[in-house]
């Protein structure tokens, strides 16, 4: 396990920053720890759908996000981390002030990383599971080259 | 199949036009038949991930939307569409000018329709399949009651 | 809920019974509350893959049906249960002197029924977690009218 | 790309003919291409469901095998496939005297390969798609050894 040194976190927040989608949603890091991310994103009228909720989309975006992190923070310092697929479902509408992504590694492999998360609303004070994912992630190495 | 109707196909664009996610990654409707719907995106670098393609929630948002649309075009008039859940796999990276999402539908039923998709980049005037989606859409009726 | 009473477990054991499929495979019940299905599997030769691993399609039996029944646990007695659709992930090879396959209901609705489940070999006593499953499952009343 | 010598179908048919699951269902080898395999299996009410359908594990099973042996096709003559993950959706009831599973592959990389299928019911001569899968396939070098 290459993270828990400052450099890889350093090194993740880096790349989160470059990415503009990340930035156009309002999307932030809240947490990091080996195999685990949570990400925070207050309610956007920019990325609702037509009844007002979060777009699918967007909770996908934040999700998808979050695992894919969460799988890079177990990977070795050449490594980049790409979405292979995911699978979403998507158990209530995504009604609320703010919206929280958790991504977890379940299980680490040096080519492939089996992750799982979830969005959880936060409306009132109350928190609801919107909606949940299960991702593989894959480590590339020398993408960058 | 209430679709063909030009009430229907209106219907559609005021929705689609209602969705503020839509509006802001730049994704239009392209074309519209029965069981079928394509949309469109230039390149957004607003919407990149942190390598410069396009970020997979972006290309997810795009997919969910055209199946979503074309689940719609055989629903009745009362019903509102909402995802139950996608599954998308990633085969080559977003890269490109332009970005063209097909949505069809497999089996449309009363209550839920399976639909199926993909996403296709535009480089230098040369088409690949970058991503695909399989999703379960339903059927909502007096969701704005 | 409607379970709890002694008959809508006799129920789920009777319509469990039924399946054919479940009988070759050797599955069986382990353990049963509302809205969490556990069922047991000796390994099988005759359900292996060519290495000698049990195969993906029946690991995905044994899930699918926990999660299908963890479902239909909180439906109501008029209520059969149908697969919507499923994706699994296989994280290991399942190797084991036997199986433990575990279905939980995530979010149960009159209609729709999200679930998620795990398989678990069991190998000289070590527990090892092989693959997950996240399940819709549907409510289907007057299917045997 | 190695497939179309004789020996690859050779090795295909072999790797085939050692799987007790495929041998225990009836499932055989109608068809075999490069990216492409057809699989088929007559109605056995020892795989059915408490309805008398095809158990969706057993449809299943026959969409993942056909699409593993369809990325195997397109593998160096070192290569192993294993299932990393895959989503099946039901369309409709698995009723008829036959099936068909039919899968593709839709890219083949050095190691991941992407691929989809569906399952095909025939009852009275008439066909109905009854399943759909979408599946990654991994490229494993050396696990005889």
Redesign the interface.
Known sequence: MVFGDSQSVARLRA??D????M??MGITVADVAPGRVILEMPFN???????GFM????I???M??ACGFAAFTLMDAES?V????????????ARGQSFRFEGNV??SGR??T?T?GRAIAVDAGQET?VA?I?A?M?AVRG??A
């Open positions: 790349d989160f470059r990415q503009g989608a930035q156009s009228p920019a990325f609702s759908q037509h009844h777009h699918a989309g967007t996908t975006s934040g998808d996000s980049e790409l979405t292979v697929e995911f699978k979403c479902s998507f158990l209530a509408p379940l299980k080519t492939l089996f799982e599971m949940t299960t593989t894959m993408l960058k």
